[in-house]
């Protein structure tokens, strides 16, 4: 009996020595478990605060480059733009991507001149521009993407965040108020005013988006097709634009009036806004398809400054595209 007695007081001992030793060993691993989870929160917690300053400097950036400047820079600040910069989703003509990094800067030497933090992976980081020139040139999206690199101790740790700004490369736009009836004491030719048909908007700014949607490669030919066409030349206009579903404007600027009115050819079809920035009425002279100003009618909050950049409220994002 004492023999069976010992047994049984050792197999106890040993099964309270075991399922101590299994619990000492589930509680070592929690604890290594959260250890290394909190380790991974505060790596990613440092990739995100670098993310968070590059899309601070980048928007800083585009203020100083926006704010004050004629609307051209427009054309110098995307003029390396490509669709082999976008992402996947983005990857149509209507997109214009810029990608900076810290071994290429496809800016001026202000940008490119800006030290690019030492803590992350260039190969795995970079801050993209990116917008859509046919429904909105105005609205710039800035994804930022951040890696550390192997000389931190969370290498591979990485973090991304998204900001979009309106920069005034357009206004919000006004309802045209047109008369369908000239009253009949108006003399004929009579120049339209270009506020009339495109309120806020100015010359400027259509032809920055203009130029905007030839640099992305946008086109009567192309799905989506290009909506704004401003034309410095008083050759006869030959091609057909525009559709029922997508109008055009059609813009022939004070260089092309100044030499001659400008005509359009009979067999050319327009299916938009034809207009003549010109003194002398030469808007007159041939008969408009449609008068409408929807190819330029952008999306605009109420109330906003479209003179500056500012944030589109609502657009931050802790994640990419």
């Given amino acids: 009996m004492k023999s069976h007695r ?4 050792l197999w106890t001992a040993s099964c309270l020595v075991f399922i101590t030793s299994l619990l000492a060993w589930i509680t070592l691993q929690s604890v290594m478990s959260e250890t290394k989870r909190s380790q991974h929160q505060l790596h990613t917690a440092q990739a995100l605060a670098i993310s968070e300053s590059l899309l601070e400097t980048s928007i800083a950036f585009i203020d100083s480059t926006y704010s004050g400047q004629d609307v051209s820079i427009d054309t110098s600040f995307w003029r390396n733009a490509s669709q082999s910069q976008c992402p996947p989703k983005q990857a149509s003509v209507q997109w214009q991507c810029l990608k900076w990094t810290g071994a290429l800067s496809p800016f001026d030497k202000d940008i490119g001149a800006l030290a690019w933090p030492d803590s992350i992976d260039t190969s795995d980081s970079f801050v993209l521009f990116l917008r859509d020139v046919k429904l909105a040139p105005h609205k ?33 736009w006004v309802a045209p108020d047109l008369e369908t009836t000239p009253p ?31 640099q992305s490669g946008l086109s009567s030919q192309t799905k989506p097709s290009r909506s704004v066409y401003w034309n410095d030349s008083p050759l006869t206009w030959t091609q057909s634009l525009g559709s029922q579903g997508e109008p055009v404007i059609l813009i022939f600027s ?9 005509e ?11 207009y003549f920035q010109s003194a002398n009425a030469c808007q007159n002279s041939v008969p408009q398809l449609s008068v409408q100003a929807e190819a330029a009618r952008f999306e605009w909050p109420t109330g906003i400054d479209a003179s500056r ?4 409220s609502g657009s931050w994002k ?4």
């Fill in 309 to 312: 950049v500012q944030r589109v």
């Fill in 184 to 214: 009949s004491d108006t003399k004929p030719c009579v120049p339209v005013t270009w506020q009339k048909l495109f309120g806020n908007t100015t010359p400027a700014q259509l032809k920055a988006i203009s130029e905007a949607q030839t």
């Fill in 6 to 9: 010992g047994m049984a007081t």
């Fill in 140 to 172: 710039v999206k800035i994804w930022v993407q951040v890696s550390l690199n192997a000389e931190q101790a969370g290498a591979g740790s990485r973090a991304s965040v998204q900001q979009s700004v309106y920069v005034p490369i357009s206004s919000p």
């Fill in 254 to 262: 004070s260089l092309a009036c100044a030499v001659q009115c400008p």
């Fill in 264 to 274: 359009i050819a009979t067999q050319a079809a327009i299916t938009g806004m034809v």
């Fill in 318 to 321: 802790n994640g990419g595209l």
